[in-house]
């Protein structure tokens, strides 16, 4: 790959990284979030992010009361979301 090449992928990412954190994003180096993969390249999905975002977004409206999802739940979402089988 040319330099100028390079540059220009890099340069067409930071818009897209910009617009992100004007979301609500937030930014992790390729440091972080390797380590927040346990070391493993393989692994799509943050799960302490994921698990922190269930808790906080993910409620139950019952009888007019909210609940906060349980763990055996949010473990049930995790699994669902993370444990694809990919076909090749």
Request: charged content about 20%; hydrophobic content about 40%; some cysteine.
């Amino acid at each position: 790959m040319a330099i100028h090449d390079y540059l220009e992928d890099l340069s067409s990412l930071l818009p897209a990284v910009t617009l992100l954190e004007k979301m609500g994003f937030t930014y992790l180096s390729p440091t972080v979030q390797l380590a927040q993969r346990s070391g493993k390249t393989s692994k799509c999905v943050l799960e302490n992010v994921l698990i922190d975002q269930l808790k906080k977004i993910n409620r139950i409206t019952f009888k007019g009361q909210n609940h906060a999802f349980s763990e055996g739940n949010i473990q049930k979402a995790v699994q669902a979301l993370t444990g694809f089988n990919l076909i090749a």
